[in-house]
């Protein structure tokens, strides 16, 4: 079923797209810098800036459309879901032991990507299309 990209809705999409490219922007250039004070390895910094580029292209590329398949609206939710559901897992876990620094780092942009989700999420239901 197809989806209207409604004004808000294209909105939220681009302003996701700006600040994920920012971050994967930085982090990938940033890595080595960051990975000190924050006390996050390098690797994970750069690849998950790398990540960010196709999630980005995708992200502008649904933005500019006037309709979109609502699989794949719920898909960029979904992503950001599991994006932030990673971002405080790897830390619970013990996969990486950030400074309190690297802490704030990792649950501000956990806290803005969720924000994303539940904007697009609020965006995907007003725009329902009645079947």
Not at 22 to 45: D, E, R
Not at 57 to 71: E, G, K, T, Y
């Amino acid at each position: 079923m197809s989806q209207p990209i409604t004004p808000y809705l294209r909105k939220v999409l681009l302003l996701d797209a700006a600040v994920s490219g920012a971050a994967g922007v930085l982090m990938i250039g940033g890595a080595g810098v960051l990975s000190g004070l924050l006390a996050l390895p390098s690797t994970l910094l750069f690849w998950s800036g790398l990540v960010l580029v196709p999630f980005v292209a995708v992200l502008v590329a649904v933005a500019r459309r006037s309709s979109a398949p609502r699989i794949v609206l719920i898909d960029i939710v979904g992503v950001n879901v599991l994006w932030v559901i990673a971002s405080f897992a790897i830390m619970a876990i013990g996969i990486v032991q950030p400074n309190l620094l690297g802490v704030l780092f990792i649950t501000a942009q956990a806290l803005a990507v969720a924000l994303f989700a539940a904007l697009q999420a609020a965006g995907l239901r007003a725009a329902v299309v009645p079947g």
